[in-house]
Structure formats: structure tokens, C-alpha cells
């Protein structure tokens, strides 16, 4: 029986090889950190792109800094509301009296203890009716956000009864630590 030789070249493998040995063990570090970063950032800004929001999250800019050696923080970012509090805040950790009340324990936040829901707006997210505010119902509002009218200036006024948390950083923690685990595994070492 003849034997047949078979060579495959596989475009660009031998370079990436190359490149790969010409790496210091903290360059290789420092691409290994960004990568991850990089997972939490598109875990953070997916989740937050899909969360129901009464207000605009369609201006949320999620991104990984740099910190120095082997440093990366995770920064989200979006429109402040008429106090000026971070729209963030409000799709991270949810608020009202009704649909806020989850995120501590999806949290797993043992020693954290917020201000009561219902609290912010001068107490008005303790009705149990909802609360209303000025302005439109945003693209992603929770289904029972609605318009309920105008203010003498033609003001839009909605009624909503919360808003249900999306923990995109956490979500991103977890998928990072998924991904670490994942590599280590694949590596063959023996890790939870």
C-alpha cells in the first residue's frame, strides 16, 4: 500500500507562533487582563442595551480603562434624570416599591444594606399605585410604564411602578470568572 504525504498550511499559524514566543510573560498578562475586560464589557453593555428602562438607555457607553500593571476597571456610564442620578443606577439595581426588591439576592450582597425602596423621589415610589414624572416612557419601559397625560405645558406625565434591575456589572463579574475557569480548564488544570 503507497503512503500519500499531506502538508497543511494554515495562513498566518507560523507568525502568530512567532509573535506568540516574542511575548514577555507580562505582556502576555496585560493582553490576557484586556481580553477579559473586554468579555465584561460586551456582557455590561448587552445586558444593558436589552433592560427595560423607562428612560434613554440607548446613550449607555460601557468601557474598559486601563489602571496601571495588570489593572482594568469596567466603567458603564449613562444620561443623568432630572436629579441628576445616573440612568446606571436605576437599570443596575432596579427602583420602586414593586419590582426592586430582587437584586439584592441575585446580588448575593450579604452585608449591603440600601435605602428602602420606594425612598427616592421624595418618597413618592412608595405608592403603591406607582408614581408618575415628566417626560415619555422610554423605547424599553416596563410594560405597565404608560402615558397618563400632560402637564398644562404640554409636558408628557407617565405612571410607572418601577423599574425591574438588570446587574450588568455583575453579569460581567460572572462571565469573567466563567471565561477564567473555561481557559483553565482547556489548559488541563485542575480548578472548581
Known sequence: ??????????????????????????????RLIMHLAEIGVETART??????????????????IPE????????????????????ILFIEFGAGLFKASAPMAVLELKDFTPDAHGTYGKGHGA???????????????????????????GTPVTRTMGQPATPGMYYARREIIRAIYRTARELGLHVG
Open 1 to 30: 500500500m503507497a503512503r500519500t504525504k499531506f502538508t497543511f498550511k494554515v495562513s498566518g499559524l507560523d507568525k502568530a507562533i512567532k509573535d506568540l514566543g516574542n511575548l514577555s510573560l507580562d505582556d502576555f498578562a496585560e
Open 47 to 64: 445586558a444593558y442595551n436589552l433592560a427595560e428602562y423607562a428612560g434613554d438607555n440607548s446613550q449607555i457607553d460601557v468601557r474598559a
Open 68 to 87: 496601571g500593571k495588570m489593572r482594568v476597571k469596567i466603567v458603564a456610564t449613562g444620561q443623568p434624570n432630572a436629579d441628576g442620578v445616573n440612568s
Open 127 to 153: 405608592n403603591p399605585k406607582g408614581w408618575v414624572y415628566k417626560g415619555y416612557p422610554g423605547a424599553k419601559a416596563p410594560a405597565d410604564t404608560r402615558e397618563v397625560g400632560q402637564t398644562k405645558d
